[in-house]
């Protein structure tokens, strides 16, 4: 088992800023991922809001923090995290790969667009169901694919297969699209964008070999693959042995970043919070890094005096 001060788990935009910041106060410090570094910005086809960085994208600024990181001498660390133990005198991180002995937890595991909500999405993830135009939208190059959603992420996406694929019905439980009015404008000009509006999809149904088509409306629409952004799943889950306070699937924490649990921190879209955008997340997981640092200066100086 390694030892540790700070563990920072995920390696999105929240998690990278807490990284930043504690490099830079000299705190010893993991900063896990389990999957993709960056998170949801390798999925942000079009960043417009995020600020000294305009018609910009997410990769492109994950480029611009990877550099950052390398300059700090900042390594992300691979390993999918099972659970967290709370110890006497701090947690253990437990991993696929390995466990860390720490004394506080900064979590900034963001959120997951699988909703598992549509009847066949569960039996047809990876065989025509996907969560990532970028990853997966040239195995549907040329064919006509289904998207379920209503906001900047499923615009963003629709937008970019369009220009991949013949056709996008793009399924919409709304009556009305919800998301920024430059996506929204800029979306109503391609011409291979069917919308179907104020409408769930009933079920994805296919065959032995993948998706078939979408069932709306008592009547099947014939597509190869389909892209539901019709949710959000918190990744919080491997805090269930400590039971942190939430607001629905969301953590709830102060303005400190600080959960109810002393030691756990928490930054980022996992968080209960109005806005959840790039620059909220950043700014979460600075606030983050700087009390998960107070904590720990704050428990060493205690240890001196006793």
Partial sequence: ??????????????????????????????????????????????????????NTTGP??????????RFNNIEVTYGNVQTILKQEDGFEVVTDIE???????????????????????????????????????????????ALIGNNNIAIEEAIY??????????????ENLQGDLSLIE??????????????????????????TGIKVNDKVIDVMGVFPYVGKKSTSQILNNLKPDKQGIFLKVNEKMETNIPGLFAAGDVVSKKLKQLVTAAGDGAAAATSADEYIKSLNSREKKE
């Fill in 161 to 174: 297969l369009a220009n991949i694929v013949n056709k996008v019905y793009f399924v919409c439980p709304d």
């Fill in 186 to 211: 800029k979306i109503k000009q391609y011409q291979n964008i069917e919308f179907i509006l104020n409408t769930k999809v009933q079920e994805i149904v296919g065959d032995d070999f993948g998706v």
């Fill in 99 to 145: 466990s860390y002995e720490t004394k506080a937890v900064i979590v900034a595991t963001g959120v997951s667009a699988s909703s598992k909500s549509i009847p066949g999405e569960d039996k047809f993830a990876g065989q025509g169901v996907s969560y990532c135009a970028t990853c997966d939208g040239n195995f549907f190059k040329g064919a006509d694919i």
């Fill in 1 to 54: 088992m390694k030892k540790t001060d700070i563990v920072i788990i995920g390696s999105g935009i929240a998690g990278m800023s807490a990284a930043i910041y504690l490099k830079r106060s000299n705190t010893d410090f993991v900063m896990l991922e389990g999957n993709l570094a960056g998170g949801m910005l390798n999925q942000l086809k079009s960043v417009e809001n995020y600020p000294a960085m305009p």
């Fill in 60 to 69: 492109e600024i994950l480029i611009a923090l990877m550099d950052q990181l």
